[in-house]
């Protein structure tokens, strides 16, 4: 009787040590934190201060603002994540493709594949996801348009995971306002979302009105999560459809970097050449030289 009764304790003890390790799996710690560093706990859903010592999880994120710089290791490998940046643990486990965004409307790879993923910081100042402001049911126009003007002023603050958070509760709730589903997808992939990203796009891209740019977040996004093969497929759909686009330039340049991902690099240097072809700003001219 007493063995039985042992064997049910430890039964249940190795099943209590088993749960923890799948909710807060620690893969790395920070090394070195200067200026003001932001760090997501994934399992508790709260911001906190970033500082040295700091365990993370693959659960977790972490946002620089623009004076805060932070060394972190992963797995063993030491990773520097500048000013500006945020980054999910997931997606640097899995070795995805470094992202640095502009602003809300265009955006930009740093032509190295298989490092760091990240993405412009939101300004956030230890926001609680589970206490933002949000709607359930826009009742009136004159509510709809405090509530866009709401978000629009998050975009000019760049607060990007915010806005992932309040729009992701409203779509669920509204699945029928596209024009917010598609700045939900933006905000998504300026906050380094990437699968979330995808998947928002998807029941935008065969509706004209909204294509072209969702379009071209799907193919960016899934280059990002190193889905090669997809991101290739849609950034040529997306060359093809909108050979006008101000997106141009980048998605060429995406279909260059996903290439390159593969060891490809006949195929790298044409694209990379091709987004040279197709009047690139300078600070992307510049990205699109270091890749070749």
Known sequence: MKIKIIIILVSIILLAISSISIYAKNIGKIELVTGDVMLYKGDAKKWTKASKGNSISDNDAIVTKKNGNVVFTINGKKIKLSSGKA????????GNVKIASRNQTSYKTT????????????????????L???????????QMSKFEEYINDLFVKQEYIVISSVLKKYCDNNPNDKNLKLKLAEAQYLSAMYTECAESCQTLLNDNVFREKALFLYGAANANNAEYDEAIKTLKEFENSFGNSKYLAEARYLIGLSYKAQSKNDEAKEYLNKALESNPDSELKDMIKEAM
């Open 87 to 94: 980054v999910k643990m997931a997606t640097l486990v899995n």
């Open 111 to 130: 032509g190295e594949v298989g490092s760091v993923a990240g993405a412009r910081a939101s300004k956030i100042e230890g926001a609680d996801f589970d």
């Open 132 to 142: 933002l402001p949000w709607i359930e049911k826009v009742e009136d126009k004159v």
